[in-house]
């Protein structure tokens, strides 16, 4: 089956402008609906800070377009041994689990998919040509808890990411639960000393 969308993977060495202009757009329109209410001062923020999350090691990206209209990204990189990632955890975690050297976790920051084109396997797509060929052991990644957000949940449970616990990556956060998939093997990792295995 033909898909109605070109998927695009970009690494580090893009121009990092050129490739804002395909996410912000994604970006703009999909955080501007609850729960995440984002309104300009927020995608301001995101465009600020997108030169430091393109140097990130192992940045990857993958943009969706119909028709050279954008409508669905990705993006994540590396988390170095210096990260701050698990210091919001708020249950307790052995810390052979949260320890990080740079290579052990593969970090998605955002997947979004223009409303018209959900429930279609885009996000799935783009999901799977983002972690193409990682050779990290794990990846993780943030999810909202409110009901608006259960899809995104659903599918990533789909996809075989495992809920280890609730975390606020600042104080004034909202609470997000940690979701942790295994990239070496199809084991589940259904706690954290799963995920040491």
Not at 7 to 20: A, E, K, R, S, W
Not at 167 to 179: E, G, I, M, Q, S
Request: glycine share 6%.
């Amino acid at each position: 089956m033909t898909t109605p969308w070109t998927l695009t993977v970009h690494d580090g060495d893009q121009d990092p402008q050129l490739l804002l202009e395909l996410i912000r757009p994604v970006y703009a329109e999909v955080y501007a609906e609850p729960p995440y209410c984002e309104g300009p001062d927020d995608v301001a923020e995101f465009a600020a800070d997108w030169p430091r999350r393109v140097k990130a090691p192992g940045f990857r990206a993958v943009t969706a377009t119909i028709d050279d209209r954008p409508v669905g990204m990705t993006f994540g990189h590396r988390l170095t041994a210096e990260t701050g990632w698990w210091d919001g955890l708020l249950e307790p975690a052995p810390p052979e689990f949260t320890i990080e050297n740079g290579r052990r976790s593969y970090a998605i920051i955002e997947l979004a998919v223009l409303a018209g084109y959900r429930r279609q396997g885009l996000s799935r797509a783009l999901h799977t040509a983002l972690l193409a060929d990682r050779e990290e052991a794990r990846v993780v990644l943030l999810a909202r808890p409110e009901p608006e957000a259960a899809p995104a949940r659903a599918a990533y449970a789909s996809w075989g990411y495992q809920t280890i616990g609730h975390l606020r990556p600042w104080d004034t956060a909202p609470t997000y639960f940690a979701l942790v998939r295994s990239l070496r093997d199809a084991e589940a990792v259904t706690s954290p000393e799963d995920a040491l295995r």
